[in-house]
């Protein structure tokens, strides 16, 4: 493991107190104030064992992965109120209550909602995705377990807000019942436009490694993945640092996926502005460097907005807009996209590391380019 997730468990007497409330159900953090609009309140889960399913499938790391997460977004991430779901806690019944009365009554219409799950799935790899909650009996998967579709109905008819993030590190690993332990990836979560970012920690046949996902996530989220250093971690700067990261850690072997329909400036976390450069400066959060190995073949730069648009990748002259343009077999990498809106310059840099488009709009001053869904 790139990552020794384990090591965050030296936190302290705080972090098993913590877990123990945890495991007597929803454990949740105070509130806290932040400058910038809307409150963020998320919903972590995270089952290590599950009761009726075999011992052979549990996750060792998936609970405290679920507790330190559910910390440093109190913490580091700028979010005003967690809920904890793990083990014993995190049953169907639970779940659902959870989402029809806990979280509505936190979550505002201006607010933003993050919920994350890291535990086993099953049914991905033929269309019907489920999510294996504690209680789940295999022998009565339809009704002990969650489907996707479940799942996005209620929040969608309950958790009324701006914006929300869903992240799922699935295992990817072992079967039950004959079934392959297929959980859900980015694609899978019903579209609900461009107010939702819903990533998973792997493609849909990949197998995750335990903690690499997770703590990426919790790096990105906490400021590593703020490359502007406005202390704020976007939906698009969130997407890049883990495209990076997660491979880079795991040799290439797993690639988290996206949904293609994202707001780029959809706000994840904020964070202290000079925590957030410290923590890029402790990297791996800085941008990419280019990797001459490692080439893009097409790339569709499409701009919304202002004139003057290019992009310049690697050490080639800069590519003109007028607003979309395409660059051409240029190395993976960081390139730069600029732009002139009201007669001023904006510009931004944007992590190329596969074909596809990149949109490209204003935010914070700034320009933010979303990333395609890795192939």
Not at 58 to 71: C, M
Not at 115 to 126: E, I, K, N, W
Not at 320 to 340: H, Q, R
Request: glycine share 10%; charged share 15%; aromatic share 6%.
């Amino acid at each position: 493991m790139a990552r020794d997730f384990s090591s965050r468990l030296a936190a302290g007497p705080s972090l098993w107190l913590a877990a123990g409330l945890a495991a007597a159900g929803l454990w949740a953090v105070p509130s806290h104030a932040y400058a910038d609009d809307g409150h963020r309140v998320a919903l972590v889960i995270g089952i290590s064992s599950y009761e009726r399913l075999p011992k052979d499938i549990a996750l060792d790391t998936a609970r405290s992965e679920a507790v330190n997460l559910a910390q440093s977004l109190e913490r580091d991430g700028g979010y005003d109120k967690v809920r904890l779901l793990t083990d014993a806690s995190a049953t169907v019944k639970n779940l659902d209550s959870a989402l029809r009365e806990q979280i509505p009554a936190d979550v505002g219409p201006n607010d933003s909602f993050l919920l994350y799950f890291v535990g086993h799935g099953v049914g991905a790899d033929f269309g019907e995705p489920r999510i294996l909650l504690y209680d789940t009996d295999p022998d009565a998967l339809d009704a002990t377990s969650m489907s996707l579709a479940t799942l996005s109905a209620l929040v969608e008819k309950y958790v009324h807000c701006k914006g929300f993030v869903v992240a799922f590190d699935a295992a990817h690993t072992g079967t039950l019942n004959n079934l392959a332990l297929l959980g859900p990836t980015g694609d899978d979560w019903p579209g609900r436009g461009r107010s939702s970012l819903v990533v998973s920690a792997a493609a849909p046949r990949q197998t995750g490694r335990p903690g690499i996902f997770a703590g990426a996530f919790l790096d990105g989220v906490a400021g590593r993945a703020d490359d502007n250093h406005d202390g704020l971690v976007t939906g698009s700067e969130l997407n890049n640092y883990l495209v990076r990261v997660v491979p880079d850690s795991t040799s290439g072997t797993q690639t988290p996926t996206v949904n293609s329909t994202y707001d780029p400036t959809l706000v994840v976390s904020a964070v202290k502005v000079a925590q957030a450069a410290q923590a890029v400066a402790e990297g791996p959060g800085a941008p990419a460097p280019v990797m001459s190995n490692v080439r893009v073949d097409k790339a569709k730069f499409v701009f919304q907005g202002g004139t003057h648009q290019s992009v310049t990748c690697s050490s080639a002259p800069p590519v003109a807009c007028d607003p979309a343009c395409y660059v051409w077999d240029v190395p993976a990498g960081t390139c730069t996209v600029s732009m002139s809106v009201n007669g001023e310059d904006v510009s931004g840099d944007v992590s190329v590391l596969y074909r596809g488009a990149y949109t490209c709009g204003t935010f914070q001053g700034g320009l933010r380019c979303s990333s395609p869904p890795p192939p």
